[in-house]
């Protein structure tokens, strides 16, 4: 267990929905980062945010936001679902920014669009 | 452009062969090189890890070389076992604009060890 948690575990919706997917980072961790892992593929980087900031952005559609809250823990939102965005949606965490903080997993939010 | 190659994509070893996992990266800025374990369905879980300043490092059975020069850096597994069946991804701390770092992962290269 890394320590950090995502839910739900399981989301299955239709196209055009919105959905939101939650984080909490492990104790004392700063940043939170968002990946989507499409069937058979790598971790594409979606977004980071550190303490309630965001700080890099990978290539995440205009169609998808996210925000981390005063307490830490952070929310992706995916609107205008389509089927393409069924994927795993993973969360990590580390203590800061710098290039040699660890990022720990969460276990991730499976997102189904039907 | 921040790109970092891994091959091979699917990899089949003999149980107690050894299994070489190899990546290059594009940023030469780039200074800290994790390796993730993902089991199927499950997270990627961080196995070892090599930052710039160092050329090699080894934890038990595993091993991870650097090579700044090349911007190649490699995961070497000796006396594999069929636990050790996973997808294994590289990745690279790509630095950002705003001197931030974003972590760049390699395709995975999915393990298969035979009994």
């Known amino acids: 267990d890394s320590g950090v948690t995502q839910t739900p575990k399981h989301l299955i919706t239709a196209t055009g929905q919105r959905v939101t997917l939650r984080c909490s980072p492990r104790s004392g961790d700063l940043s939170v980062y968002w990946y989507q892992q499409s069937l058979d593929q790598g971790l594409q980087f979606l977004i980071q945010y550190y303490n309630g900031e965001e700080r890099a952005k990978g290539n995440i559609l205009e169609r998808f936001s996210a925000q981390q809250f005063p307490d830490l823990h952070s929310e992706l939102n995916l609107s205008s679902l389509e089927l393409g965005d069924s994927a795993l949606y993973f969360c990590?965490?580390?203590?800061?920014?710098?290039?040699?903080?660890?990022?720990?997993f969460g276990p991730g939010t499976r997102l189904t669009v039907l | 452009g921040e790109n970092v190659e891994q091959h091979p994509s699917t990899l089949s070893v003999q149980e107690g062969d050894s299994a070489v996992i190899k990546c290059t990266y594009s940023?030469?800025?780039?200074?800290?090189f994790p390796w993730y374990k993902q089991e199927l369905g499950k997270r990627p879980q961080l196995i070892i890890d090599i930052r710039s300043n160092v050329g090699e490092k080894k934890d038990q059975r595993i091993a991870v070389t650097l090579n700044k020069t090349a911007k190649h850096f490699s995961l070497h597994i000796t006396e594999t076992q069929p636990e050790d069946s996973a997808v294994y991804f590289c990745a690279a701390f790509h630095p950002t604009m705003d001197s931030s770092y974003k972590l760049i992962f390699g395709s995975g290269t999915r393990l298969l060890v035979r009994p």
């Open positions: 990590a965490s580390s203590a800061g920014t710098r290039s040699s903080d660890t990022q720990y």
């Open positions: 940023d030469s800025a780039s200074n800290y």
